[in-house]
């Protein structure tokens, strides 16, 4: 035998491994669902609309949308927490062996002690929002105790992407801004109707690659409204992340791709006088907050002031209400407007090592997974996540939520293991 042969015979096995994976995939297809775990994937994206509709619709403020949001958090937490009383699934402690989901906990800890030096005008509130932070991860870990990892995934990606469409057929019904875009400016936003589309077209397309094909068609309306939201940097992050999807996707033929490719450009022709409109009324008359020149202020304050407390940076929740108002407009920012000054200002050089490990320890689960359709998805997401991030960023959460983290870790996390523990044995055995 020479030399280059056991070589050979490593990467047919790995390949053969990756086939069975995938294999293994496409025959889990079977018809399950959880309705918790459908109701909650519902709930993440539809309580982005719940202050609107109390303040908007019915006139009785925002207390009790985002009163309404917590109760049936709390009562999902419950049906959880008794489901998890029953037979477990797996061991324990297994969810804890993933290196993104330890990342994850340290954060939650992390962020909570930061109350203890945070500058926030409200404790109570901010101790508020870390709570259904935290009970977002507490809900998933619960769910995956005891039931299936595809179960409680794709339960959660069909209530996502389900809710997302309800929300963008909201939007399409509500008046457009002064400045064409969707969105209410307070309670909506562009910027949020673009992201909760955007996610929800990457939950359409980890659902169509196992073969469900009906839900391109919500992948397709998605699209057209986040186009529509007129939302620049959640635009560039996700259509730059496509292109690179459809390149890494060696599943599809070159003539599909190319299809796809005139479809995109279409669509651009399409909006195309939409777009010269909104550009118009942005260098004119634009709002200088949601300008490059506003959002420069808005970083230099947040590099400056995590200067001064470079360790453990500001705290939770400490911009809003406490940064000067920016701009002519006065306007008043809630986060640093870029995710990693966010995490710099919040938390100091040790946020930035968090955001590190948790986005790194999700490359390395992504990377390690079989090349497939569901793997381009995932470095689609990561990618779309890290461009956006450049001009966006969340007041107490990351732009990936870290309840996703836990579910696409959960998800990765024993396959990429077992594929690498059995192309070993393979290995040896030559």
Known sequence: MSVSQPTVLSLQAAGWVAQSCLSTERSSATPQASFTAAALGFLFSFRAVLALISARWLNVGTEPGVGAGILVEAVLLLLAAMQACGPAERPRGWIFRLPCVRWVLFFLAF????????????????????????????????????????????????????????????????????????????????????????????????????????????ALFLTLTLIRSLSKATLIAFFVSQAVMLIQNNSMTRGRKVVLGFTALALMLVFGGLFESYYNIYTTSGNQAETLTGRTGIWIYSLSAGLEKPWVGNGIDSMWKVAPPFGPERFESRHAE?????????????????????????????????????????????LYILIRGLAEAEPFDLLLPLWSIVLIGAYLGPRVRSLKRTCNQQRSAT
């Open 338 to 382: 870029n995710e990693v000054l966010q995490q710099f200002f919040a938390y100091g050089l040790a946020g930035v090592a968090m955001l590190a490990g948790i986005y790194g320890t999700l490359y390395q689960s992504i990377r390690g997974f079989p090349r497939s359709p569901t793997r381009a998805v995932f470095h689609g997401l990561l």
């Open 111 to 218: 962020s909570l002690c930061s109350l203890a030096w945070s500058a926030t005008v409200s404790q109570p509130a901010s101790l508020l929002y870390w709570g259904v932070m935290a009970t977002d991860v507490a809900i998933v870990l619960l769910l995956l105790r005891n039931q299936a990892v595809y179960t409680v995934v794709y339960s959660m990606m069909k209530g996502y992407v389900v809710a997302s469409a309800i929300l963008a057929a909201v939007a399409w019904l509500m008046p457009a801004a002064s400045d064409l875009r969707l969105g209410d400016l307070e309670y909506f936003n562009t910027n949020q109707i673009g992201n909760v589309c955007a996610l929800g077209v990457f939950m359409a397309q980890l659902l169509a690659s196992r073969g469900e094909g009906r839900w391109r068609v919500s």
